[in-house]
């Protein structure tokens, strides 16, 4: 960490202001050097001129100094506030390089952040999602994860294990005797309690991925059923191409839009598709790779028509996959013919209005929105189920009184509880983790 890191802090692109951040030991003298400045009071927004080294003047903006340890890395930060737009913040980074910075890595801020104790992984974890958040629940769940609250609530557990342990130690060295029966219950309970407790933190975590990366709604349904116009109908203009030739729609299309507080991403896809009496394949495996990556499906049908192989084939796909489905009899607005019973099925006709579907799937949503606790890793989900994992089976050693390898589980679990909050000590893992950082945090 000896290098003096440099990147831009904001988005690239045009804005009215860029960040341009600098952390490390050389922070201050390097920006000195652009500043022409004998000094920077920290903590101080300072208006200044940035000079190239070849005294060409760069930009005016405002310059903020954190001495170490009080910064976002625990480093010396120097924060150039510039004018907003690609040129001039490119221009200067190039300066900081060119006067002994290097650019950073994604994430290389946050990582130095952690490894000088500035925030454990949990907060780090939580501030990354936070970034990628695509709706205000999980805005809500993480900014309270940023304050402490996944990692109290690790710590909790972390710590009666802990007691547990020792005291199974202390039984395993010093005494013949038996574990008191009370206290054997005690901890039969607290281990089935806090397995139980973390798997089903990991379940919902899982389950509700998309609170974070934004639910994938697919629609699904064999050609000229209205797919694309009912997606057309939700953007509210003529996204997809809709014609009455089966077939019309090729590749996949998706499209990012707003249902209530959540930022969902809805994938029309081009269905199954018949060719000379043979269902094609192609066009089975692109329903099937949607259903697979959704979470929630929209399979639509045309209730106009009788039903035929390929819409059974599609209700076997969508009641096989276990997933969140919706399904729609399209064109309402001509006599209805289909003749299979689906429950819940929506009718509408995506020619004149498809809001009770939207509403349908705000609803859907609202349910997934949750006060709880959530993992917003996968790293995170996978130490908690490891974490359960080890203390059911600590459960069964102490049920057979294999005191050894019920602490050798209660270590296990320990480990995998610690490995959310605290270091590790194989640097490629911290690496990888931080890798997925915005570039500038
Ligand atoms: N009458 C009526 N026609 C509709 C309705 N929705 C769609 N259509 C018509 O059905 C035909 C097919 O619509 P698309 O939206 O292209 O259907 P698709 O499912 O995307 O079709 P592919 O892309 O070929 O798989 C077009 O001619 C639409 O105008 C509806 O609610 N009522
Ligand atoms: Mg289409």
């Known amino acids: 960490m000896s290098e003096t890191i440099a990147a831009l802090a904001t988005a690239y692109g045009i804005g009215s202001v860029s960040i341009v951040r600098l952390s490390g030991k050389d922070a201050l003298s390097i920006s000195l050097k652009l500043l022409k400045l004998s000094n920077l009071e920290p903590r101080y927004a300072k208006l200044a001129k940035i000079y190239s080294l070849d005294d060409e003047i760069l930009d005016e903006g405002i310059v903020i100094y954190f001495k170490a340890p009080a910064s976002f890395t625990g480093e010396d930060i120097v924060e150039f506030q510039t004018h907003g737009g690609v040129m001039v913040s490119e221009r200067i980074l190039n300066e900081l390089v060119r006067a002994g910075a290097r650019l950073a890595m994604p994430g290389e801020f946050s990582k130095r952040a952690f490894l000088n104790g500035k925030m454990d992984l949990a907060k780090a974890e939580a501030m990354q999602g936070l970034i990628t958040s695509k709706s205000e629940i999980a805005a809500k769940i993480l900014t309270r994860q940023m304050q402490g609250d996944l990692s109290k609530f ?164 969508v009641s096989n996959s276990n997933k969140k489905a919706f399904f729609i009899l399209n064109k309402s607005d001509l006599a209805f013919k289909f003749d299979i019973e689906l429950e819940g099925a929506i009718k509408i006709s995506a020619k004149t209005d498809t809001s009770v579907v939207l509403k349908e799937l705000e609803s859907y949503l609202k349910t997934q929105d949750t006060d709880e606790i959530m993992l917003s890793s996968n790293r995170q989900i996978l130490s908690c189920k490891e974490a359960s994992e080890a203390l059911r089976r600590a459960f069964l050693r102490l049920n057979e009184d294999e005191l050894e390898i019920f602490a050798y589980e209660l270590n296990s679990a320990i480990k995998a509880l610690s490995s959310i909050t605290k270091p590790f000590e194989r640097s490629e893992i911290l690496d990888e983790m931080f890798s997925h950082f915005c570039l500038g945090k």
């Open 154 to 317: 690790v710590g909790e557990i972390r710590s009666e294990v802990v007691k547990t342990l020792a005291f199974v130690e202390t039984m395993i060295d010093y005494a013949d005797d038996d574990l008191p029966t009370n206290l054997l219950e005690q901890t039969k309970q607290m281990l089935l309690k806090n397995s139980e407790k973390l798997e089903r933190i990991a379940t919902l975590s899982e389950q509700r991925r998309g609170l974070i990366d934004g639910f994938k709604i697919a629609i699904v349904g064999k050609p000229n059923v209205g797919k694309s116009s009912i997606l057309n109908s939700f953007l509210a203009y003529e996204r997809a191409i809709v014609s009455d030739e089966a077939g019309t729609t090729r590749d996949r299309i998706e499209e990012n839009f707003k249902i209530g507080s959540h930022l969902v991403r809805i994938i029309d896809t081009a269905g199954i598709r018949k060719d000379a009496g043979r269902i094609e394949q192609i066009g089975i495996n692109y329903s099937i790779s949607a259903i697979n990556e959704a979470d929630i499906i929209l399979a639509v049908f045309d209730g106009s028509n009788p039903s035929d192989e390929q819409d059974k084939e599609i209700i076997r796909l």
